[in-house]
């Protein structure tokens, strides 16, 4: 009898021509995983970390019912659960990996895609690890629960669908893809229809023997026409959803009132498109030998790692900002400054702030606030999006200049508008807690103890509602109860841009009682550059620390004033004769004598930097045009 020779697939898998061994698919598998973890874990630990806590998962039946309102709702609410994983960023990325890996073996198994071809199944989920880090400040303004896993737990289900559904024979084909989109709708939302596509597509592609011509063509518009039916008639169950969103709810589109991005959707298309693909493959199978192979292994290969690496949203700032924020809800100072020391380039406003709010904390105001970079440009953006600080950090900088009611504002009105996350609920907390309403600081503790990671925290913050007497004794809460107390509280408007209410709200206040809060009404003065402002606070803050040696900074401020304007007699002042006086006359004969020379300002204000860059007296002159946001 005549032996059957082993397809040349097959062959080619064993070894190549060239004498290679056949490439396996596990060796895909480890190469996949090492990148996605340094990735992740090596590149975005800190961005991952902040997702989890703008996110929110609550272990109580009122969550789990909000989340069904809509279609997919369960796959939210898994998405939402498995998100806080990232308290543990390497935790959270390990069971993101596997939803990957296993998403990866049953596209092998649906599409029964074999060595030669089993490099297209990782563009699916290589698409699902860009669309994880590419969101830059969209993780601010994103309005899809669990997103984080979400989309990577329906790409598993739909190929689960899609390989149960190729097995099936006759009739069966058909019950399949009308339950799966009927009851597949509500789970999914759009990744059923998708799924119930891709099905058909496969049984058009390998029909039943006994159909020919256009028969084969019949799943195909049987599939297309319950997809125009089906969301339909979901949509008169689902009162939160809009119908001409009804085809398409669950796939990410990326939009605000004023911006729609495109660049953060299309691994989604990516996606969608490779999956179309695969049936096909199979089909091509046959024609992938030897060497064309390899070839376009290396291709996919690389452009899988090409696109991600293009993907990933590395701006520093962007990732320095959140070590920052963390820090200060931690009221860990010295990290706050370690992470300032590190900066290795022009930082954001926000993290300027965050630097004097620890400067302020430990005291440190008036000797080193002109020892970091006080500049400040806009957040790095790569698409249409607009950032503000009311969106990235307005609750936390409004608490920690004791405007408590602005805090919790903003703590509420993004919390409507984007969802209620862990950051919001602890400054409510927070607030509640300094401003005396302990019934709503306990209505906030309860929600935050349904959370996985943050109930010790919830604990802990439960511990000052029941005993509110220890709320003076902790240091957490020293400055912002002294900046609250001392303060007016009323709540007028912002139009948005926190920097600038802060700046005009402190440097026009004045206190005669707490040394602390004329300290920042004075700091304020300074940043603004307003003369008129900063010698009644100047002389305020004398009063307030009168037998104490004057910081540094403002003596500097107080000299080139004097110098610049003859309305206040600066002669019989204590100015430090080293650090002051003779600095500034040094700093002012080098300044004329590089204008002497016909020098550019920008390049007088980097040579100047060097030597004088920490001074009162090189911000006043060359810190201009700072980006607020």
Known sequence: MKKKGRPASQVADKKSRTGIPAWKP?????????????????????YLFTVQERSLFLNNHV???????????????????????????????????????????????????????????????????????DLGYWVYLIKIPGYWFFESVALLLVMLGVWLGRNLRGAWRYLWIAVWIAAGYPIMGWYALFGSLLTALIYTIEPEKKATGMQRFVPLFYTVALIGVAPLLWYYHYNQMRLEDAWIYGFPIFETKDAVSWITTAPFIVMAASCLAL????????????????????????????????????????????????????ANWQKVLLEARAWKETPTRQMVILKNIALMNLGQLGYQMFHYDNGGKLPHKRD????????????????????????????????????FDVSNLKILIKCSLLSGEYNAAQKY?????????????????EEFCHHPEKIDQAAEFKSVKELYTHMDEDLDSDNGLCEMYLLH????????????????????????????????????????????????????????????EESVNINNM????????????????????YMQRGLEEDQIAEIMKRNFGDTFWWFYFFCNNVGSY
């Open 63 to 133: 969550f789990f019912n909000e989340m069904m309102a809509t279609p997919a709702g369960i796959l939210h609410w898994i998405g939402c659960y498995l998100t806080q994983f990232f308290f543990y960023p390497a935790l959270g990325v390990s069971l993101l990996i596997l939803v990957w890996l296993a998403t990866y073996g049953v596209t092998l198994k649906a599409f029964r895609l074999n060595h030669a071809w089993s490099h297209l199944a990782l563009i699916p989920v290589t698409a699902l690890l860009c669309s994880t880090i």
């Open 384 to 419: 249409c999006l607009e950032i503000h600080l009311a969106h990235t950090g307005a609750e936390l900088l409004y608490y920690q200049h004791g405007k408590l009611n602005f805090a919790t504002r903003w703590a509420i009105e993004n919390g409507v508008e984007y969802g």
């Open 26 to 46: 596990w060796m895909e598998v480890v190469l996949f995983t090492l990148f996605a973890a340094w990735m992740l874990v090596g590149m975005n630990n800190d």
């Open 445 to 461: 503790i309860n929600l935050l103890k349904l959370t996985t990671f943050h109930r010790d925290e919830a604990e802990r913050l």
């Open 574 to 593: 204590p100015f430090d004769r080293k650090k002051v006086v003779n600095r500034y006359l040094q700093f002012s004969n080098q300044v004329q004598a």
């Open 505 to 564: 709200n402190f440097s026009n206040t004045m206190n005669v009682d707490s040394p602390l809060l004329q300290e920042v009404t004075l700091n304020y003065a300074l940043i603004s550059k307003n003369i008129q402002l900063f010698w009644p606070r100047f002389f305020q803050y004398a009063t307030l620390h009168a037998g104490k040696e004057m910081p540094q900074h403002y003596q500097e401020a107080a000299y080139l004033y004097g110098q610049l």
């Open 279 to 330: 049936p096909f493959c199979q089909k091509w199978s046959g024609r992938m030998k030897g060497v064309l192979t390899i070839a376009t292994r290396t291709v996919v290969l690389a452009g899988c790692a090409f696109a991600t690496w293009m993907a990933n949203f590395d701006d520093y700032n962007y990732q320095s900002e959140m070590r920052m924020y963390r820090h200060t809800e931690e």
